[in-house]
């Protein structure tokens, strides 16, 4: 082969996956559109001719008889196309970030949330990040709009504009770590552990961008040896971030250790591109006030949040119903029949 073939391989390659990934959204988009005109059909009939389920009984038998091997006209499919319809009564929602989640996410977003900006911040959220629907449930779950952003730091006082307010954007409070298997929750040491060995886990609930570098990272200073928890690197802050884990409540004397630990990092591990290391301080507790004075002797970019194994207290109730299983879906959507009740 000439030696430019494998440029013209590549072009050729980046232009068919670049094809099919617009195909694949401009199909997505339509079956969106058809779906929302559907259930609007429904609403209106409902609203004027006031039948009952027995319509879109009949009507799904039809349908699936008219359009032989069709899939996705089940009577509980209808039902959820008018559910999509009602929650969206403007068709144009569909020109925006909306028409590029797939059809079992918008399910997740009906039956798991009930407030439109809500549905809307995580559908962002879903599409800026690749969420599988299972990420984006578990993420609804967790409350993360209600987590995002919200860890006690100084960056605005210790970063410029832009970085301060990306890394403010990357912390959450509290971090909700459901995956842990600890048998004595004050033990540093095994929370730890258990962070690495479900280290896939962790890196979802820290957010996009971190990488992580390494556990127990070695730090001489002097003659010295010091051990940070966790290191991690930011890819689009293109710094490190050094986490401190405690299994305690947030004493100021924390920081102090953690500023150090920064600074040996950026010392002995930092490119000289790199911009200053990071500190993210995970307790088990804090006061929020003695936080705020202690960040503000702190000349480090920190942040300080808590860290919980689960979520405890009682569920907003948009976040009450509980969704069907994929299987109880994809059954749905391939027009079988499902025993009434796997989900009603």
Not at 279 to 293: D, F, H
Request: one cysteine or more; aromatic letters at 10%.
């Amino acid at each position: 082969m000439p030696e430019w073939y494998p440029d013209l391989l590549a072009s050729v390659a980046g232009r068919v996956a670049a094809g099919r990934s617009r195909a694949i959204a401009a199909v997505n988009s339509e079956l969106l559109a058809t779906y929302w005109a559907i259930g609007a059909d429904l609403i209106y009939r409902e609203a004027q001719e006031g039948w009952g389920t027995r319509v879109v009984l009949r009507l799904s038998a039809d349908i699936r008889g008219q359009f032989l091997g069709t899939k996705g006209y089940s009577p509980r499919n209808l039902r959820y196309m008018k559910s999509f319809a009602a929650a969206w009564p403007e068709s144009s929602i569909l020109q925006g970030s909306l028409a590029r989640l797939p059809w079992y996410h918008q399910i997740a977003l009906l039956e798991k949330l009930g407030d439109p900006a809500t549905r809307l911040w995580y559908a962002a959220a879903a599409i800026e990040n690749g969420w599988s629907r299972d990420i984006l449930v578990h993420q609804i779950d967790t409350r993360l709009h209600e987590r995002s952003g919200k860890a006690i730091t100084n960056f605005a006082a210790t970063l410029p504009p832009a970085d301060s307010d990306l890394a403010q954007q990357a912390t959450k409070d509290p971090y909700v770590f459901d995956f842990l298997a600890m048998t004595d929750r004050r033990n540093e040491r095994e929370l730890e552990t258990q962070l690495v060995t479900h280290v896939q886990k962790f890196l979802l609930e820290l957010g996009q961008g971190f990488a992580f570098v390494g556990e127990q990272v070695r730090l001489e200073i002097g003659d010295d040896e010091f051990f940070a928890d966790l290191l991690f690197y930011h890819l689009r802050l293109r710094c490190y971030v050094v986490v401190e884990l405690k299994a305690t409540a947030f004493n100021p004397g924390f920081v102090g250790q953690l500023g150090m630990y920064m600074a040996a990092v950026d010392d002995l591990l930092a490119h000289p591109d790199d911009k200053p290391t990071i500190g993210l301080l995970l307790c088990k507790t804090k006061n929020n006030v003695v936080a705020e004075y202690a960040l503000r002797s702190s000349s480090m970019p920190i942040g300080v949040a808590e860290w919980k194994d689960a979520i405890t207290d009682s569920l907003p109730e948009e976040f009450a119903s509980s969704l069907p299983t994929i299987e109880t879906i994809e059954a749905e959507l391939a027009g079988e029949e499902i025993s009434p009740d796997a989900h009603d």
